[in-house]
């Protein structure tokens, strides 16, 4: 085999992921292949990774041990139409809505990773959950969490579990930037350019998420830390829950949960 790992699409997602296994250098450029839709995003592809692209999802798949799916929905049955014998292989899918059973019923003999990464992947700062068929050796498993690890948090979980993490992970941050550029509003409001509002709005969620992740304190224990008695940040804080914020959050990722379930059953 050519390649270690070989994209069928790279887009966005794909595009991500390619960035991202070259950046922490989990392999080499001349180990990575991928093809895609048209003769111009091969050529830019090509020129953007330093990869070299092939003709279409058979020369993919015949090169490389691990085969990652980074088509739209809509394109899954004509690519999978076209990959030739992959008893074997791994094939990380990052389509959205896209079950294990449905990926078998294409791909029958191959060792299945079902992945729901968000678009942060693009900064590599993504939050996705993943799970498998359960024919994944060990060293397997964890060289699929090293690759999926290059562009993020990576948590294995159920498949069950998968509509509520596209809640979590997937839709939410559309939420957040709701409530980035609201923040933004209230700077413009009080003064401030746009511009600074926004990046200091941005910097302060990334911040607070940082603090979260790195002191591994509970939320509610740093949302103590920042209120003095009497001071400035308990004045807010009531206003969010008395407006509803936390109910708000809850219900908005319940909601996309539900429909992912719904849009699964078909
Ligand atoms: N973007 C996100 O934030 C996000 C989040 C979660 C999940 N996903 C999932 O990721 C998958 C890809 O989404 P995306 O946003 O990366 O889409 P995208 O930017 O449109 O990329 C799709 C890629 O597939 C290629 N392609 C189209 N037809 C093909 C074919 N017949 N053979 C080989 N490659 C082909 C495209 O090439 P051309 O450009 O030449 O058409 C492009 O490289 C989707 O299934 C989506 O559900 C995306």
Redesign the pocket.
């Known amino acids: 085999m050519t390649a270690d790992i070989g994209f ?7 595009g991500a992921l390619i960035g991202g296994l070259l950046s922490k250098r989990v392999f080499e450029a001349d180990r990575i292949v991928a ?4 003769e ?2 091969r050529r830019r592809v090509a020129e953007e990774y330093g990869i070299r692209t092939v003709p ?2 058979a020369e993919v798949c015949s090169e490389s041990r691990i085969i990652v799916l ?4 809509k ?1 899954v049955p ?2 999978v139409s076209e990959m030739g014998d992959v008893s074997g292989k791994i094939l990380v899918s ?3 809505g896209l079950t294990v059973e449905q990926l078998k019923s294409y791909v029958p003999d191959v060792k299945i990773v079902r992945v ?4 942060c992947c693009m900064v590599l700062e993504g939050a996705m959950g993943y799970c498998d068929d359960g024919t994944l050796t060990d060293s397997e498993r964890d060289e699929v969490a090293g690759i999926l690890g290059s562009v993020g948090l990576a948590v294995s979980v159920s498949e069950s579990e998968m509509d509520i993490v596209t809640g979590i992970a ?1 839709s939410s941050p559309a939420f957040i930037y709701l409530v980035i550029d609201a923040m933004a509003d209230a700077g413009v409001l009080n003064g401030l350019k746009r511009d600074a509002a926004i990046r200091l709005a941005a910097q302060s969620v990334l911040g607070a998420a940082k603090m979260v992740l790195e002191t591994g304190k509970h939320p509610d224990i740093l949302r103590d830390e920042v209120c003095s008695p009497g001071g400035t940040t308990i004045e807010g804080v009531r206003e969010l829950e008395d407006r509803g914020l936390r109910a708000a959050m809850i219900a908005a990722v319940d909601v996309t949960a539900e429909k992912s379930r719904r849009m699964t059953r078909g």
Do not use: F, R
């Not at 729901?116 to 678009?119: E, R, T, Y």
């Open positions: 069928i699409g790279a887009g966005k997602m794909g093809c895609t839709g048209s111009e995003s279409g999802p980074a088509v739209k929905p394109q004509e690519v990052v389509v959205a729901m990464p968000n678009h997937g």
